[in-house]
């Protein structure tokens, strides 16, 4: 009892059959001491049932999140599976064991735009191959229904809003410095192309102009007010 002279306190002492945690406190009033005796292995006990309890806690835990994670990113990844079976039923690029579906999807999504792209360009090679044609056509007068001739124009994009046309013709005789040996067929091309788009600017500053050609020669249809 003497030892009990704190306020308060707590001593490890032992009784009877083992050690017991001792706490004290001095009463305000009377001069008490309000003695708790509480043997340790009891208060082991529960110090180990509080930790088992915490070490559950934290595995059920981890368990929960990893069950979450991987609900979610099978959620998640569901999408880039479909794609991934909607590409490879397309009969496009092979995907590799070891390839990332991320990177097959990228490359995939690549090689489908490059080749829209060769697509349109290649359309809009053949469109304006029908459009010199179907203008050629009409300088010869070959193409006479009304009704076809609307359709033609509004297909190929032409837009003839005035009354009055003029045609000028273009006869190269020489290239000049556009000569070299055995490239006929290159100088003829190469000159077309420079005359073309020099005359549909000049053309096109005031009035509505379309090149085309005929037998080997330049055409431009220009259409104007007066």
Known sequence: ?????????????????????VLYSKSNVEDWKY????????LKSKVRYVREIIILAIF????????????????????????????????FKARKKKYDEYNFIKDTVN?????????NEMLK???????LNFLARLLKGRVN????????????????????????????????????RGKTETEFQLVQFIITNVVEEMVSDKYIGYMTEVDGILVCIVNFKE
């Open 145 to 180: 229904d009304a009704s076809f001739i609307a359709d033609s124009v509004k297909s190929y994009n032409i837009e003839f809003k005035f009354e009055y046309f003029a045609v000028m013709m273009f006869y190269i005789l020489d290239y000049g410095m556009f000569r070299e």
């Open 1 to 21: 009892y003497e030892e009990l002279d704190a306020k308060v306190g707590m001593l490890k002492k032992e009784f009877n059959d083992g050690e017991d945690m």
């Open 60 to 91: 059920l835990s981890i368990l929960l999140g990893t069950v979450i994670a991987y609900l979610f990113t099978k959620r998640n990844y569901k999408p880039v599976k479909d794609i991934l079976t909607i590409l490879e039923g397309k009969n």
């Open 35 to 42: 003695i708790s005796v509480l043997p340790v292995r009891v």
């Open 111 to 119: 090689s489908i735009l490059d080749e829209n792209l060769m697509k």
């Open 125 to 131: 090679k053949q469109q304006d191959t029908l459009r």
